[in-house]
């Protein structure tokens, strides 16, 4: 499976964007999905999370701000994000839970203050 992150841009403080996922091979029978982050200087970390049921987990710091949502028939997961703030900037990934694929490249999300 090979996952593609796209969707990041720049873009104010308390603006915001929609991040897409798509894999190349069949997740429906994947267990979870996530989208994680990663900060210049910092670990990557999960952001937030969705089960095959729909069931999701958010990191404290997006709940609220962020909604993870996926369509298995179209091999796509997404990340609504809204109310950005500076801290947010950080390269975007998708991957299963726990990862086990190629991270990719990721797609950068800068928001400026």
């Known amino acids: 499976v090979q996952l593609q992150a796209f969707g990041g841009g720049l873009v104010q403080a308390g603006g915001s964007l929609r991040l897409s996922c798509a894999a190349s091979?069949?997740?429906?029978?994947?267990?979870?999905m996530a989208w994680y982050r990663q900060a210049p200087g910092k670990q990557r970390e999960l952001v937030a999370s969705?089960?095959?049921?729909?069931?999701?987990y958010y990191a404290d710091s997006v709940k609220g701000r962020f909604t993870i949502s996926r369509d298995n028939a179209a091999n796509t997961v997404y990340l609504q994000m809204n109310s950005l703030k500076p801290e947010d900037t950080a390269v975007y990934y998708c991957?299963?839970?726990?990862?086990?694929?190629?991270w990719g490249q990721g797609t950068l999300v800068t928001v400026s203050s």
């Open positions: 091979g069949r997740i429906f029978n994947i267990n979870a």
């Open positions: 991957n299963a839970v726990p990862a086990r694929y190629n």
């Open positions: 969705i089960t095959s049921g729909g069931r999701t």
